[in-house]
């Protein structure tokens, strides 16, 4: 199958064979002409699929295909020719509302940049075919700029889209083509209530066309609500097992067992651009400055950095200035630079479904890529929830003389006999011992990190606060013996007066 006999317009097979497309991916194959015909469409496929193409190059066909205006002293006046003659009139010409022929709704600003430069590529060489992104971090006066030159399709982020039209910037009336794509990350990002509302403003006549890496639950309901009689296209195999990219895990002792072990990793002679996830902004932060000091060339990507300094920092990836990402979840969405060969998981996901989404950084378009998860041994049960989502085993790989010195099975409380019952073992003494909360000493516990439990950061659980211990050694100055939470005057333990007194009886709690 070529892109010839999908039957797209002369203009964009020429685009597609100078951009270097050969051969369709298995999506574009299936989706492409049910979309020529019109029909709405329902798509799963897991990322790197060739999803962009496969609704950007049937819509391009069809605006390709809408009869030109005819162009001499009779003709109509474009909106951007009207304007034009009230300047040369003197007169100050007002603000028209956009009326974009096809609206893109994707969940981050770089999923939408990716799919306005795919747009502009394979529309290079149709007239009067204009594409612009709205999104947050851009300004305001910008975006008005491009919305005057009423673009044929618009890309947008659900929020920066809802405040245009609610201004009266954007007019949907004649909108003929909605996509949202990657659904399932909208929905989850909270976008909901947003995509109704532009659904319901947009005619009832459109062809919708849903993207999502599953259609079940939420996106499943979502889809029959904004479809009309759908083609449900899945797709599965090599894309969605990932095949292509060789996965291990790396078990880690402790946090700098693990800081030591990227550091190896990342110093692989194979290796060409890497993107490290994290699970906060402070860690990309953080990992990004300590990877420059020991001489790799590293950049951090979150979503507290304003969209000049994101838009910078992906341009030097894929300039190859930049060799390490260093990103979280939401802000690495939609990036695809062919350079990536290794994807870290410093931390692990929240969800299983956003390591696939990880992964598929890597590995695109069929390529070989590698992915590698630093975990330590209490994360075990993240593993198997991602390899039952996956249902492929993630082996476990070691780095010699980086070996983990404790074991999973270590971290594990010993099973419990079947007579036991809670309270057995238990010692009541005010100066007994035995595993304090906090305490951060239990074996195999997993690494101190900064705010955890048992770490000595202010105000956590096993520090020191204000003079007072939780669950740590006698405070100066506090009364009472060794063991549990201490309060001024306790004796023993326990709230104040609760301990053994020998001045008399016991009071009521109304006596204190």
């Known amino acids: 199958?070529?892109?010839?006999?999908?039957?797209?317009?002369?203009?964009?097979?020429?685009?597609?064979?100078?951009?270097?497309?050969?051969?369709?991916?298995?999506v574009q194959e299936k989706a492409i002409p049910a979309a020529i015909a019109g029909q709405d469409l329902l798509v799963s496929s897991q990322t790197g699929?060739?999803?962009?193409?496969?609704?950007?190059?049937?819509?391009?066909?069809?605006?390709?295909?809408?009869?030109?205006?005819?162009?001499?002293?009779?003709?109509?006046?474009?909106?951007?020719?009207?304007?034009?003659?009230?300047?040369?009139?003197?007169?100050?010409?007002?603000?028209?509302?956009a009326q974009p022929k096809m609206l893109v709704l994707t969940p981050t600003r770089e999923l939408a940049l990716q799919v306005t430069t795919a747009t502009d590529k394979y529309g290079s060489y149709m007239r009067r075919v204009r594409v612009v992104?709205?999104?947050?971090?851009?300004?305001?006066?910008?975006?008005?700029?491009?919305?005057?030159?009423n673009p044929e399709i618009l890309v947008a982020t659900p929020g920066r889209l809802i405040d245009h039209m609610e201004s009266g910037k954007i007019d949907f009336s004649q909108l003929q083509i909605l996509v949202l794509d990657e659904a399932d990350r909208m929905l989850d990002m909270g976008f909901i209530d947003d995509i109704e509302k532009i659904v319901a403003a947009t005619p009832d006549t459109r062809q919708t066309m849903l993207f999502s890496a599953t259609?079940?639950?939420?996106?499943?309901?979502?889809?029959?609500?904004?479809?009309n009689n759908p083609a449900t296209i899945q797709i599965a195999g090599s894309a969605t097992r990932h095949e292509n990219i060789m996965q291990r895990v790396h078990f880690v002792d402790d946090l700098s067992h693990k800081n030591r072990l990227l550091d190896h990793l990342l110093r692989d002679v194979t290796?060409?651009?890497?993107?490290?996830?994290?699970?906060?902004?402070?860690?990309?932060?953080?990992?990004?400055?300590?990877?420059?000091?020991?001489?790799?060339a590293a950049a951090a990507l979150h979503g507290d950095m304003h969209q000049g300094a994101r838009n910078r920092t992906l341009n030097s990836l894929r300039r190859g200035q930049v060799r390490v990402l260093v990103a979280t979840d939401v802000a690495a969405r939609g990036i695809d630079v062919p350079g990536i060969t290794h994807v870290f998981?410093?931390?692990?996901?929240?969800?299983?479904?956003?390591?696939?989404?990880?992964?598929?950084?890597?590995?695109?378009?069929?390529?070989?890529?590698?992915?590698i998860s630093l975990v330590n041994h209490a994360e075990g049960m993240h593993v198997k929830r991602i390899e039952r989502f996956t249902k492929q085993s993630i082996p476990v790989d070691v780095v010699e003389g980086h070996e983990p010195k404790k074991t999973a099975s270590a971290s594990r409380s010993p099973r419990k006999p079947g007579n036991w019952r809670p309270g057995d073992g238990r010692s009541n003494n005010a100066g007994g011992g035995g595993a304090r909360?906090?305490?951060?000493?239990?074996?195999?516990?997993?690494?101190?990190?900064?705010?955890?439990?048992?770490?000595?950061?202010?105000?956590?659980?096993?520090?020191?606060?204000?003079?007072?211990?939780?669950?740590?050694?006698?405070?100066?100055?506090a009364g009472g013996g060794a063991g549990g939470p201490r309060r001024e005057g306790g004796g023993g333990g326990g709230y104040k007066g609760a301990g053994a007194r020998t001045d008399g009886p016991r009071r009521s709690y109304g006596d204190r």
């Open 1 to 26: 199958m070529t892109f010839e006999a999908l039957g797209l317009n002369p203009s964009i097979i020429k685009a597609l064979t100078e951009a270097g497309y050969t051969v369709p991916t298995p």
């Open 49 to 97: 699929s060739g999803k962009t193409a496969a609704f950007m190059l049937p819509s391009l066909h069809k605006l390709a295909e809408l009869p030109q205006v005819a162009e001499g002293a009779g003709a109509a006046r474009t909106p951007n020719q009207e304007r034009q003659a009230s300047r040369s009139r003197g007169e100050r010409p007002r603000f028209t509302p």
């Open 133 to 149: 992104s709205i999104l947050g971090g851009m300004p305001y006066p910008k975006q008005m700029q491009l919305l005057s030159k």
């Open 215 to 227: 259609l079940d639950g939420v996106v499943g309901n979502m889809a029959k609500r904004i479809t």
């Open 271 to 296: 290796m060409d651009q890497a993107v490290v996830f994290t699970a906060t902004k402070r860690d990309a932060d953080t990992i990004a400055d300590r990877l420059n000091i020991g001489g790799f």
């Open 345 to 371: 998981n410093y931390d692990l996901p929240k969800f299983a479904e956003d390591y696939v989404h990880r992964i598929g950084r890597t590995g695109r378009a069929g390529r070989k890529g590698v992915a």
């Open 437 to 477: 909360f906090g305490s951060g000493s239990r074996e195999g516990g997993g690494h101190q990190r900064e705010g955890g439990f048992g770490g000595n950061r202010e105000g956590g659980f096993g520090g020191n606060r204000d003079g007072r211990s939780f669950g740590g050694g006698k405070p100066a100055g």
